[in-house]
């Protein structure tokens, strides 16, 4: 199969659309037709090499399309099938029998290598550049027309939605989201700090008031995220550039909040998503950092006094029993994550990767060509 795909070639260059070479499925793998697929903070930092993923590869793993053909064993889709694309992950270790996939013992083998967890690659070279292409990022590399994933991390998706929306909620809405549902699990009438309201945080903010929280502060520096924070749930905004976040939410909570939830990956801001709670608050950590990042809390005032630091990997989500239920609450009007997203075509992933590093879109989501 051949699939027109964005390919990087080199360490923080541009994605240069080239014609790949993909594979047939295997006995557990599902060739999908891309019909659009977000853009992620994950994908630029890996095209940087944060993340050491071999290059040249094809990155993408906010996928939604439609099922072209499956292998012998799979049995959840079809050929026909509309379908959004999550994360990888092995199936067999503790952690995923466990119902916890996103803490799989091979996750990085699973999502960042390149290849598949065995280390072959489905992807073979291109006709403009003609050496080996890496692909199966996040078991699907879905910046092309086709994507090949697996049975774990396709999802099934209703009718009534339109296809080219879905695709974010396999990462970064889902990772929001999910902070909150699933891992923070915040009482009903908490308070909740929401740091960095891109849309990871807007994703949180939206959730937090389906759970119940009445006290939903946003923190960014952006005054326009602010806005749409308040919109979409907040009930305080903070602009961090003009005000002591700390103080402000320890003022506005009566001492600070119950949860905190970081997307920002700054130690900086770590460090005030942990001093802003109450005592025995939770702090949720989601920001993904260069490895090797460090962040210093104070022991004695803080985690001394029962402050919990959680970290949160998509948003402990398992795909196939969460993302439904996003789609419940947004065809019921009560997440409205189609307001964070902007469209691009493929060629124009360039433009939609600088939109989206700027702050000037919350999430694009590129337009895969008929």
């Not at 906010?62 to 064993?73: F, H, K, L």
């Not at 460090?294 to 795909?319: C, N």
Request: charged letters at 20%; a negative charge.
């Amino acid at each position: 199969m051949d699939a027109r795909a964005a390919v990087v070639r080199e360490k923080e260059q541009d994605f240069a659309i080239e014609e790949v070479s993909i594979g047939e499925p295997r006995q557990d793998e599902v060739l999908v037709r891309v019909v659009a697929c977000g853009v992620c903070h994950t994908d630029l930092i890996c095209r940087d090499q944060w993340y050491p993923v071999p290059l040249p590869s094809v990155f993408g793993h906010e996928g939604s399309g439609i099922v072209e053909a499956v292998g012998e064993n799979v049995t959840k889709v079809k050929a026909g099938d509309r379908v959004a694309m999550s994360y990888n992950s092995c199936g067999g270790c503790n952690n995923c029998l466990s119902g916890t996939p996103g803490y799989c013992a091979k996750f990085f083998e699973a999502n960042f290598t390149g290849g598949r967890i065995d280390g072959s690659n489905a992807y073979a070279g291109t006709i403009e550049g003609g050496s080996e292409v890496h692909g199966h990022f996040f078991g699907q590399s879905s910046f092309a027309t086709y994507a090949l994933a697996r049975e774990r991390n396709v999802v099934k998706i209703r009718d009534d939605v339109p296809l080219e929306l879905v695709g974010p909620l396999g990462c970064g809405i889902q990772t929001g989201a999910g902070g909150v549902l699933n891992s923070l699990k915040p009482e009903a009438g908490s308070s909740i700090a929401v740091f960095g309201t891109g849309t990871v945080g807007m994703s949180a903010i939206m959730a937090a008031k389906v759970a119940g929280c009445t006290t939903i502060i946003g923190v960014d520096i952006k005054p326009g995220r602010l806005e749409l924070a308040r919109e979409l749930g907040a009930t305080h905004v903070i602009n961090g550039a003009e005000e002591n976040s700390v103080e402000r939410i320890k003022e506005i909570t009566g001492g600070g909040a119950n949860y905190s939830l970081e997307t920002t990956a700054s130690p900086a801001v770590f460090r005030q998503s942990v001093d802003c709670l109450t005592r025995l608050g939770t702090c949720g950590l989601i920001g993904a950092a260069a490895v090797g990042t460090e962040a210093k809390v104070d022991i004695s005032t803080l985690l001394l006094f029962g402050h919990r630091i959680q970290g949160i990997i998509e948003g402990d989500a398992i795909p196939d029993v969460f993302i439904p239920r996003l789609l419940e609450l947004y065809v019921q009007g009560r997440f409205p994550f189609d307001r964070l997203i902007k469209f691009y075509e493929l060629d124009e992933i360039n433009r939609a990767a600088h939109d989206s590093e700027s702050g000037e879109v919350l999430k694009a989501v590129l337009r895969m060509p008929a």
